[in-house]
């Protein structure tokens, strides 16, 4: 449970009212400069300026104001920034009264207004939801360097939230690594908020602790916690394994109404796997679960997928890297079965292999809604691969991103991938790097993508073996997308004239092809000749594949 020491160094409580974020004071210049050039209170008495005029004056205004407000709030920094804000506001209002009695350039002098006449409106931007609301909500110490903190410390950056009537509802304690000290200090604290608090990010909180140590301070949260009425919790990154998880129990089993869990490289084990599934008692409203990065492995993937079975409500499912085999995948694949309003799937990098991917075909067949679909080495091979694209065929019409990178796909598969790909008009991401589509397949693949797919801007088609006469189709394709942004074909065996024709079709828009530098020219087992006069005589033959492809589509 041990990890890097951290830096112990305090750090000076992060949430201020000021300064404002660039949005806040990219709104008021836009503001005020409609006040400026449109028909209202103001303008009637002093004229309107035009557009550019106006634009200028509003950059110089609110300029200056933010300036002066800086300053004042440099002499009291250990202020909330309210009395910053205040200036901000008045300035502003002083300033923009200054060209409103001045007027367009090509006027006289005009009747004057009162300054509170016009800092009315002003006020209401400088309070607006996004500077005022997020520090009455949302109670965050995560900024800044990872360190530790201890008790003294705790006191001081804490204290707004003993504040009587707060209005906190989410707390992230994140990247500052708590020890018992201080954790009796946020014991208190948390009891007196649990009814309130909606949100709790508790991630990498105890980083760098003896593991008795961090057991405690996970207990003590826990308890303090127990009762609460989360929709989300956090408790990635803290090497949890069987103990943490156990620690976590009091809370864990008191949540009947979470919508999001995330346990993310917390070293969640077989065990630890049996032990989430035991002590969640209710995961009827789970909308997000997610696990990547742990050793769940087959075992640890059952008691996953006992979990999933009991979220029907599921949208968005990580279990990536979690060292799923075959088993582990077809258990994880029948549980989705129940998800139907599934809209995210990510297990990559795992070993499911050709029978999970035809149980997790089986399974995607009933999701209609899946938008992201990410399922990278998983040794899938043609068969898994193909029961998988074929399901998505007819199912997820709504698909923007599919990713199948590392699973030793061929060519065979590349007509289903195609007609696959036909039937999804919002895609925008295809990722099919690292297989061994060749030529043949490539051709086919973009072929498939020449008509609509008007929304497509990414396509990864790196180390597929693809040599001059699919690389040049690929690229002629993608250049007339009206949004497209990246082809990565990269690592592959493309000729140098193949090359150079690339840069040729991507010469008004060259970052929109990706590095070339991995490349190996001399990577086939043909000459140059050979190679371009098998790519331009393949080009026959594909059309008339493409013709069979179109017409198994229509079947």
């Not at 002083?94 to 006289?108: A, D, F, H, I, M």
């Not at 077989?270 to 209710?282: G, H, Y």
């Not at 989705?336 to 499911?352: P, Q, S, W």
């Not at 079709?505 to 020219?521: Q, R």
Request: net charge negative.
């Amino acid at each position: 449970m041990d990890a890097p020491i951290l830096n112990s160094q305090r750090r000076p409580f992060s949430i201020k009212l000021w300064p404002p974020s660039h949005n806040t004071r990219k709104m008021l210049v836009e503001r005020m400069t409609n006040n400026l050039t449109s028909k209202s209170i103001f303008t009637q008495r002093y004229g309107v300026l035009t557009q550019e005029e106006a634009e200028e004056n509003a950059k110089k205004i609110e300029d200056m104001a933010f300036s002066s407000a800086d300053q004042h709030y440099e002499m009291e920094p250990d202020g909330d920034g309210s009395s910053a804000v205040q200036l901000y506001a008045r300035e502003c209002s002083k300033l923009l009264l200054e060209v409103l009695k001045r007027g367009p350039s090509t006027n006289g002098e005009r009747e004057t207004l009162t300054s509170e006449e016009v800092a009315a409106p002003l006020a209401t931007i400088l309070t607006s939801e996004e500077v005022t609301a997020p520090p009455e909500t949302f109670f965050d110490i995560s900024k800044g360097q990872r360190a530790f903190i201890e008790a003294e410390e705790a006191e001081k950056i804490l204290s707004p939230l003993k504040e009587p009537g707060n209005s906190y509802t989410k707390i992230c304690f994140s990247n500052r690594s708590f020890g018992s000290g201080a954790a009796k200090v946020v014991e208190p604290i948390l009891v007196s908020l649990k009814d309130q608090l909606k949100e709790v990010d508790l991630s990498d909180f105890i980083a760098g602790r003896p593991e008795a140590e961090a057991l405690e301070v996970m207990n003590m949260f826990s308890a303090a916690l127990e009762g609460s009425i989360l929709k989300s919790l956090n408790l990635s990154n803290n090497a949890l394994g069987e103990k943490g998880v156990r620690a976590f129990g009091a809370l864990l089993k008191s949540q009947s109404c979470l919508e999001e869990l995330y346990l993310m490289n917390d070293g969640i084990s077989e065990e630890a796997a049996r032990a989430v599934c035991e002590l969640i008692p209710s995961t009827e409203k789970l909308r997000v679960l997610q696990f990547h990065n742990n050793m769940t492995g087959d075992e640890g993937a059952l008691a996953i997928s006992e979990v999933v079975k009991r979220s029907p409500l599921l949208e968005d499912f990580r279990c990536s890297s979690t060292r799923i085999g075959s088993e582990g995948g077809i258990a994880l694949s029948e549980a989705l079965e129940t998800c139907t309003g599934l809209k995210r799937l990510d297990v990559r990098d795992n070993i499911f292999g050709v029978e999970a991917g035809v149980a997790l075909g089986k399974a995607l067949s009933k999701h209609a809604d899946l938008t992201e679909v990410y399922l990278s080495y998983l040794n899938l091979e043609d068969e898994g691969a193909i029961a998988i694209v074929n399901a998505l065929k007819e199912s997820a019409p709504l698909l923007e991103v599919l990713e199948l990178a590392g699973n030793d796909i061929t060519a065979e598969a590349a007509p289903i991938i195609s007609t696959c790909i036909l039937a999804k008009p919002h895609l925008s991401k295809l990722n099919l790097s690292e297989n061994e589509l060749k030529d043949e397949g490539t051709i086919l693949i973009s072929k498939a993508l020449e008509e609509g797919l008007d929304k497509l801007t990414e396509i990864d088609m790196s180390t597929n073996y693809i040599r001059r006469a699919g690389a040049r189709h690929l690229a002629q394709v993608v250049i007339k997308k009206p949004g497209f942004k990246l082809l990565n074909i990269n690592s592959n065996i493309i000729s140098d004239e193949g090359i150079d024709e690339l840069a040729a079709i991507f010469k008004k828009s060259p970052d929109m092809l990706g590095p070339l530098d991995e490349n190996d020219p001399e990577g086939g087992d043909d000459d140059e000749e050979e190679e371009s006069a098998e790519g331009e005589g393949n080009d026959d033959e594909l059309e008339s594949k493409l013709k069979n492809l179109e017409f198994s589509q229509e079947e």
